[in-house]
């Protein structure tokens, strides 16, 4: 297996679902914080759309996973560990991705609109538990949880990065230890002919 041709095929596959993650994250954030929705709406929208996301992510990556194995050379095999290794670094690199596309769109929202939006989703929130009867002293955590949102300052890109990077080697590498079990191939020894 060439070490470019690897890398470059990295590249491609983590940027393919990169951006589809990131469409994901944004449109996430936007039905969350911006979309003024009422919450029950939201939030069964916010539930469809993560699970489908879930789906689509975990077929990408059996899909890009079985195309590089497919192009290994038989005679030396695609092991558990370099399939388990390819998911995680694919991983990676779609995690710097949604990172990215998640701090331009925060910034071409308006961070003060997220937290308009945070605001007002934790207020409803509150609301609700407070018709189901929750004592007001228990209630009094979301005024926390409201000056949290007010004093924290918008995160940096590099943090949002960094932040994307872990969260997707996790969310690769949990899949990706059943996906390289099934898709990885022993080297196939074929007899020499005289």
């Known amino acids: 297996m060439n070490n470019r041709e690897f890398w470059y095929d990295v590249m491609r596959s983590g940027a393919i679902l990169g951006i589809v993650m990131a469409v994901s994250r944004i449109f996430e954030r936007y039905v969350l914080f911006y979309s003024g929705w009422e919450l ?3 939030s069964l929208l916010y539930l469809g759309e993560g699970l489908l996301a879930c789906v689509v992510f975990i077929w990408l990556l059996v ?3 079985r195309r590089r194995a497919k192009e290994c050379d038989p ?3 695609f092991s558990y560990g370099l399939a388990l290794s390819y998911i ?10 949604v990172g990215v ?3 331009l769109f925060t910034s071409a929202m308006g961070y003060d609109g997220f937290v308009t939006g945070s605001i007002a989703r934790i207020e409803e929130l509150r609301e609700l538990y407070a018709s189901m009867g929750v004592s007001s002293s228990d209630l009094k955590i979301f005024d926390d949880v409201v000056h949290a949102v007010r004093t924290t300052e918008q995160p940096s890109m590099i943090s949002n990065v960094f932040s994307g990077f872990n969260n997707y080697i996790i969310l690769g590498g949990l899949p990706g230890l059943i996906i390289a079990g099934v898709v990885s191939r022993k080297p196939e020894y074929r007899e020499m002919e005289f």
């Open 40 to 42: 029950n709406k939201a």
């Open 63 to 65: 899909r890009f996973t």
């Open 75 to 77: 005679r030396l095999g």
């Open 88 to 97: 995680l670094v694919v991983s990676m690199f779609a995690g710097i991705i």
């Open 101 to 103: 596309g998640d701090t």
